[in-house]
Nanobody, 127 residues
């Protein structure tokens, strides 16, 4: 069974940092495309950052230079380091996985949807 479990969300003030983690199991982590998405009530889900199996990364313009996606293959864990947080970053953040290494399509161009999803972790940024 494929499982994605996010953690690390919370409440911080603007300008602060958080690191999200996504523990993955049940699939060949190293060969999958992994991504972070976020959603607030009443808005469409937004791609935040993605990483293909070759290590290439892609970011939404809104987070470029502030967020960093990475993975630890030994731990089957995906990370999202979020710095210089803004109130607009407030959302529930979801981890996703897909066997097709199409991070640019999923994250930047919002085309298609990744196959497997976690349940999300909430992030609240206060001004």
């Amino acid at each position: 069974e494929i499982q994605l479990v996010e953690s690390g969300g919370g409440s911080v003030q603007a300008g602060g940092s958080l690191r999200l983690s996504c523990a993955a199991s049940g699939f060949p982590f190293n060969s999958y495309c992994m991504g972070w998405f976020r959603q607030t009530p009443g808005k469409e889900r937004e791609g935040v950052a993605g990483i293909n199996s070759d290590g290439s990364t892609i970011y939404a313009d809104s987070v470029k230079g502030r967020f960093t996606i990475s993975k630890d293959s030994a731990k089957n864990t995906l990370y999202l380091q979020m710095n210089s947080l803004k109130p607009d970053d407030t959302a529930t953040y979801f981890c996703a996985a897909d066997p097709r290494n199409l991070a640019d399509m999923y994250i930047r161009r919002n085309v298609g949807t990744m196959d497997y999803w976690g349940k999300g972790t909430p992030v609240t940024i206060s001004s």
